[in-house]
C-alpha cells in the first residue's frame, strides 16, 4: 500500500507536457488494438480506458472547456447527420408499430436501470442513464449535463456497447457466412471533404456553440446543432460534412473528459457493480432479441434485420454493422435513429422521475 502511495506521489510530479504524451500515446495504442481486434467506437473507449488508467496513476490532467463543447457539437452533428429523408419516410410509413416498438426496447431497458437502482447496485441517476439506450456518447454528456456521476454512466453504457457489439457481429456471421467487416475511424483520413459543406457545418457548430452559452441549455452545445443539423439536413438544406480525422479527435477528447475523472474508488465501485451490471445486460439483449421476433412478423423483415433494429445498442454502432450486410438498413436506422432521438428528447425527464420513484 505504501508502494502504491509512493508511485502514485512519483506521477503526480510528473510535468503535464510528458503526462500528457504518456495519454496521448496510451490512447492511440488503446484505439489501435481495438480495431485491430474487430471492436467498434474505438476513438471514444481505447482513450477513455487510457485517460483512466493515467488518472489511476496519479497524473491529473484536465480537458479545456470550450474543447469538450466543440467536441459535444460534433457529436450533436453525428447524431443529425443519421437522420435522412430516407429514414423519415420508412418510419412514417408503419408509424404506429415503430412507435411500440421503439417505446418497447426503451421500457425494457429503463426497467433495467429501475431494478439496477433499487438494489443499489448504482446511485438512482446513474442507473437511469446507464440504461438509457440512445448513443453511449450522447447520454454521458446528457448525464454530465444533469448532474449524474458521468464516469459510472460511461461504464454502464460501454459495457453495453461491447455486449451488443460482439453479439451483434456473431449473429451476423451466424447468418451471412462471410460475417461482417468492421469499419473503422481509421479508414479514409486522408479523404478531402467539400470545402463549402465543411464551411457551413463548421458554421453550424460555432453559431450553436454561441446560443448554447446564452441559452444556458443542458448539455446545449450537442443538443442545440443535434436539432437545428437535422432540420436542415432532412429538408436538404445542408449537408452535414465532417472529417473521419476530426470525428476521432471528437471522439477522443469525450473520451478523455470521462477517464481523466475516474479515481480509484470509483474505479473500486464500477468492478464491484460490473457482475450484476454484466446480468442484466444481457437479461436486456435476450428480452430485445424476442421483440425482434415479433417485429420480423410485423413488418415483415428478415430476422437480422429485426434483431439489429431493436438492438439496445447505440445507432453509430448498429450501422456499422448492418451497412455491411445484405439487410434492410433504411429500416434498421429508422427504428434505431427513432429511439435515439426519443431517448435525447424524454431522458431527462425520465431521469428525474424514475430515480425519485427508485429513492421514494
Known amino acids: 500500500m505504501h508502494s502504491r502511495s509512493k508511485n502514485s506521489a512519483y506521477f503526480s510530479r510528473m510535468p503535464r507536457p510528458v503526462g500528457w504524451a504518456l495519454l496521448v500515446g496510451l490512447s492511440v495504442l488503446c484505439a489501435w488494438l481495438m480495431q485491430v481486434v474487430g471492436l467498434s467506437a474505438e476513438w471514444m473507449v481505447g482513450p477513455m480506458v487510457a485517460a483512466i488508467v493515467i488518472a489511476l496513476m496519479g497524473i491529473r490532467l484536465n480537458v479545456n472547456r470550450p474543447l469538450y463543447q466543440f467536441c459535444q457539437a460534433i457529436v450533436g452533428c453525428v447524431i443529425a447527420q443519421s437522420l435522412t429523408s430516407e429514414i423519415v419516410k420508412e418510419v412514417l410509413k408503419d408509424w404506429p408499430i415503430v412507435v411500440l416498438v421503439v417505446a418497447s426496447v426503451m421500457v425494457l431497458s429503463w426497467g433495467l436501470g429501475w431494478i439496477l437502482g433499487k438494489l443499489k447496485v448504482m446511485p438512482a441517476q446513474v442507473a437511469i442513464w446507464g440504461a438509457s439506450p440512445g448513443a453511449a456518447s450522447a447520454m454521458v454528456i446528457l448525464a454530465k449535463a444533469y448532474g449524474a456521476d458521468a464516469r459510472l454512466v460511461a461504464f454502464m453504457q460501454y459495457i453495453r456497447v461491447l455486449l451488443v457489439v460482439i453479439m451483434s457481429s456473431l449473429v451476423a456471421a451466424a447468418v451471412v457466412p462471410k460475417g461482417a467487416m468492421h469499419h473503422s475511424l481509421f479508414e479514409n483520413w486522408a479523404q478531402v471533404p467539400n470545402i463549402s459543406s465543411f464551411a457551413l457545418t463548421m458554421a453550424l457548430i460555432f453559431g450553436s456553440m454561441l446560443l448554447a452559452k446564452f441559452a444556458k441549455i443542458p448539455a446545449g452545445a450537442m443538443l442545440i446543432p443535434m436539432f437545428l443539423?437535422?432540420?436542415?439536413?432532412?429538408n436538404g438544406w445542408l449537408t452535414i460534412t465532417l472529417p473521419e480525422s476530426l470525428l476521432a479527435i471528437s471522439y477522443l477528447v469525450v473520451g478523455w473528459v470521462i477517464g481523466v475523472g475516474f479515481d480509484r474508488q470509483t474505479?473500486?465501485?464500477?468492478?464491484?457493480?460490473?457482475?450484476?451490471?454484466?446480468?442484466?445486460?444481457?437479461?436486456?439483449?435476450?428480452?430485445?432479441?424476442?421483440?425482434?421476433?415479433?417485429?420480423?412478423h410485423w413488418f415483415h423483415v428478415d430476422l437480422l434485420s429485426a434483431y439489429l433494429a431493436t438492438s439496445p445498442g447505440g445507432a453509430n454502432t448498429?450501422?456499422?454493422?448492418a451497412l455491411s450486410n445484405p439487410v434492410n438498413v433504411p429500416f434498421i436506422m429508422?427504428?434505431?435513429?427513432?429511439?435515439?432521438?426519443?431517448?435525447?428528447?424524454?431522458?431527462?425527464?425520465?431521469?428525474?422521475?424514475?430515480?425519485?420513484?427508485?429513492q421514494g
Open 229 to 234: 443539423g437535422t432540420i436542415l439536413h432532412v
Open 267 to 296: 474505479f473500486r465501485a464500477s468492478l464491484y457493480a460490473l457482475p450484476k451490471i454484466l446480468l442484466m445486460n444481457v437479461l436486456l439483449m435476450v428480452l430485445c432479441a424476442g421483440l425482434a421476433l415479433l417485429a420480423s
Open 318 to 321: 448498429v450501422a456499422i454493422i
Open 334 to 358: 429508422a427504428l434505431q435513429t427513432s429511439r435515439l432521438f426519443a431517448v435525447v428528447a424524454l431522458g431527462p425527464w425520465i431521469a428525474k422521475w424514475l430515480g425519485k420513484k427508485i
